[in-house]
Every structure is written in structure tokens, then in C-alpha cells.
């Protein structure tokens, strides 16, 4: 019986709840606290902070350049002044060194082929396409065809004349360039004996000669000049070679060009009024 009474027992369910360390919605209203104050916490921020958060390389790495331009002293502004020139003058000569406005190749075919076209009904246009002068060959052009029926001599002079200042207009702000290309580097090699005269001036008047960690971090401090003088000048030079060779190369096209002009002009009759 005492066996039976205890099965009997523990198969009658209790009607009692079982409890629970937590309650049912304890779960769900923890859950709602923490994203209420995360929430609450990010929009407390200010957005600098939030930006700093999100991208703490970008931040980095410009106070670093920020720091590296201080810690190079007054010979650095000067620098900073000579790569803005460098570069303004890089961009001016990509957009006026371009074929389209110094040698057109339609145009350029037109005036190979200039015997061909007097008298036919395409030159007028040709010559209304000299007058606008939208370009170096058509202005050149123009100056050989208002000197047509004179002697070769006499239109050769009158295109050479108008030539030297075409030529001038493509060399426009390379003498700028060149005076970057020399000027950066002596500007950051001056910083440098700058700062290390600096920096052993201040260790000859404590006396502590010793402390090499120091002396390296100062020399390498005044290294900065000549690290951002040399920086400048490498772009430039390559910038120049590039655009001289360019200019070089339209001269020599422009003068084979015109020649071939000057000898139809000086056969031809001159353009009716």
C-alpha cells in the first residue's frame, strides 16, 4: 500500500503554476529597454562623433597630413603656395593643349588638299572656316590666304610673323612650371638646414647629446621639407616633358602644313573683297 499510495501521488498533477525565475514578458520589455536606450544614447551624440565612429581611418589619416604639414614649419606654406601653381598650370595646359584647338584633323586635310579645292564650290566655306579662326591652323591659314597672289617670301614672313605669337600662346604658363620645378626643391632642401640648425641649436644650449631617439625624431621632423619639395617637383617635371614635347610636335605639324599653303597662295589669285 505505501508503494502504491506513492505512485499514486506522483501521478496526480498539482494544480499549482509552476514559476518561473522570470516572468512571461520580461524577455520582451528587456529587449525593448536596451533598443529604447541605445537608441536614446546614439541620438544624444553629436554628428562629429557619430562620423568619427563610422570612419576613424579617413579622420586618421588627415590628422596625420595635418600633423605632418605643422610639424614642417613656416618653409611649408610656401610649398603648399607652389603646388597650387604646379597643378593650376597641369590642368590649364590638359584643356588648351588639345588637338581640336590647335591643329583640327578635318581641317588640317582641307588645307593639304587647298590646290584642289580653289575654285570649287566647297571654297568659300573653307575660307569662312579661316576667318572665324577657332583654332591656330585656321588663324595661320587666314594670314596666308589675305597675302595670296604676293610672292612666296612676302606670305612665308606675314604667316612666320603670326606663327611666333601662336607659338607663344601654346607655351603659355611653362615658364610658371619651370620655376616650380626649381624653386620647390631648393624651398624643401632650405627647410631642412632650417630645422636642423634649429634643432642643434637647442641641443647645444641643454648640453644632452646623448639621447639619439631624439635627435632622430628632430632630423626626421626636418626632413618634411624636402619629402614635400621633391613631391611637388616629380609630377611637374614629368608634366613638362609631356607638354613640351606636345607643343614641339604641333609646331612641327603647323609648319608642314602652311608650307604646302604658302606655295598654293603664292599661285593663286588673292580672295575677292
Known sequence: MPERSRRASHSIPSDKPKSHPFPPNSKR???????????????????????????????????????YFRAGGHFMYPLLACLLIGFTVIAYKCLTLRRRQIIPRLLAEKVDSFDSIVGSPHEESLLEQFRRGQSSLARLAAVAI??????????????????????????????????????????????????LSFLFQEMGKSGDMSDAQR?????????????????????CVVAQSFFN???????????????????????SNPPKA
Open 29 to 67: 520589455k528587456l529587449k525593448t529597454t536596451l533598443s529604447k536606450s541605445l537608441t536614446t544614447s546614439t541620438s544624444n551624440m553629436h554628428p562629429i562623433l557619430i562620423t568619427a565612429q563610422q570612419s576613424p581611418a579617413s579622420d586618421s589619416a588627415l590628422q596625420a597630413a595635418v600633423d
Open 215 to 235: 635627435i632622430a625624431q628632430g632630423i626626421a621632423v626636418a626632413l618634411n621639407t624636402t619629402v614635400f619639395g621633391l613631391a611637388i617637383t616629380v609630377p
Open 245 to 267: 614635347r606636345k607643343i614641339e610636335s604641333f609646331t612641327t605639324e603647323l609648319e608642314m602644313a602652311l608650307s604646302k599653303l604658302v606655295h598654293a597662295c603664292q599661285s
Open 146 to 195: 589675305n597675302h595670296r597672289g604676293k610672292s612666296a617670301q612676302d606670305i612665308s614672313e606675314a604667316v612666320q610673323t603670326s606663327a611666333r605669337h601662336e607659338v607663344l600662346q601654346l607655351s603659355s604658363g611653362m615658364t610658371s612650371l619651370d620655376v616650380v620645378i626649381i624653386v620647390a626643391p631648393l624651398l624643401g632642401l632650405l627647410g631642412t638646414a632650417s630645422g
